[in-house]
């Protein structure tokens, strides 16, 4: 297992070596290594056993170090980096030439984050190299929001995680580019569309459900848990349960009281960043258990909940 711990200077001094750690983010844990050396990309790839063709974002801390690692930087997406950064935003921007295509997975664009988490800031205020983190989960599976469901999965791969806590957000970040003069939406995350067109105004949106996805984060099945996961009327199909163990995961309202190790309730007060920060969690205690189906329904499709409910239905994906 890894060693979980706070220990900035450690976590340099791995990074520098080309190991890859755990590192905290406030979306969700990232997997992270130098996204300027190949040896550490590769390690990446080979940790979440992920498909070279997903390519991977790059993590800085300022807008100096964004400036250095892309040929241009839009307008209205820089307009968008001075309302979200350091946050739950992603750019896909024209990168240098010294940006490893490994990173990128062969695409001219590279995906460039500030993310908002003091020990990832402090982190990367230490080193003088973007990090590449994707979500540190295995491929396809749930995205990690706390340090010990990066342990759990990774942990006798890693040396080191940098515990930084429950991850705030809880949805990885939205993902964001500039096509053909227009600002396009590539993945919804923790920023919502409303809050992205109240500063730009309308954007496309490319969200791809394809085989060939532009953000295989996208892909149709993706953030699932092993359990079979079903979405409707919770009571419905509570009552078309007959010979299956099930646990549930609602947004407001109980429904399980008498077997309360088997539910969660994302909200009860209705607040989605609530919902959001829990959601990850609650498929993971789910999936844990001894059941054979975990029951869930759609919230509303406002603000976050489209991003909620895009990640429900990927997990229902089987
Ligand atoms: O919140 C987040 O974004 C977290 C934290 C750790 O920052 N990271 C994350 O990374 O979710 P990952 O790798 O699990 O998802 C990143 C998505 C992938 O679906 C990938 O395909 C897409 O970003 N992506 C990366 N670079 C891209 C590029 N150049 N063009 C299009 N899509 C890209
Ligand atoms: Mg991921």
Redesign the pocket.
């Known amino acids: 297992m890894a060693t979980i711990g706070t220990d900035i200077a450690f976590a340099k001094k791995l990074l520098l070596n080309d190991q890859v750690i755990g590192?905290p983010?406030e979306?969700?844990?990232?997997?992270?290594g130098n996204a300027l050396h190949e040896k550490s990309i590769a390690k990446i790839f080979s940790v979440k056993n992920?498909p070279s063709f997903?390519?991977?974002?790059a993590?800085v801390d300022t807008l100096d170090k964004v400036h250095s690692i892309v040929e241009k930087f839009p307008l209205p997406l820089q307009k968008l980096a001075a309302h979200f950064w350091p946050g739950?935003l992603?750019l896909?921007l024209p990168?240098k030439s010294h940006v490893p295509f490994l990173?990128?997975?062969g695409?001219k664009?590279?995906?460039v984050?500030i993310?908002n988490h003091p020990l990832a800031l402090e982190l990367l205020g230490s080193i003088d190299f973007p990090l590449a983190?994707?979500?540190?989960?295995p491929f396809g599976y749930v995205?990690p929001t706390t340090a010990k469901h990066v342990n759990d999965q990774l942990g006798e791969k890693i040396p080191y995680i940098l515990n930084g806590g429950n991850c705030e957000?809880g949805?990885?970040?939205t993902?964001v580019?500039f096509e053909d003069g227009q600002v396009v939406i590539?993945?919804l995350?923790?920023i919502s569309l409303e809050e992205i067109e109240k500063i730009i105004g309308p954007v496309k949106r490319d969200i791809n459900e394809s085989s060939n996805?532009?953000?295989?984060?996208?892909l149709k099945a993706h953030y699932s848990p092993t359990k079979k996961l079903l979405i409707g009327n919770i009571e419905d199909l509570m009552n078309a349960q007959k010979n299956n163990d099930y646990g549930i995961i609602s947004f407001k309202q109980s429904f399980l009281s008498s077997n309360p190790e088997r539910e969660f309730v994302l909200s009860a007060s209705g607040d989605m960043h609530e919902a959001a920060a829990n959601l990850f969690s609650a498929l993971r205690k789910l999936d844990d258990l001894d059941i054979d189906l975990i029951l869930t329904e759609l919230v509303p499709e406002n603000g976050l909940g489209l991003a909620i409910n895009d990640r429900l239905k990927r997990a229902a994906v089987s």
Do not use: C, F, Q, W
């Not at 996805?213 to 996208?218: E, F, I, N, T």
């Open positions: 590192l983010t979306t969700v844990y990232g997997l992270a992920r997903d390519p991977l974002i993590h739950p992603t896909l990168k990173l990128t997975s695409l664009k590279v995906a984050r993310p983190a994707p979500s540190a989960n995205s957000v949805l990885e970040s993902i580019g590539h993945r995350g923790g996805p532009k953000a295989p984060g996208m």
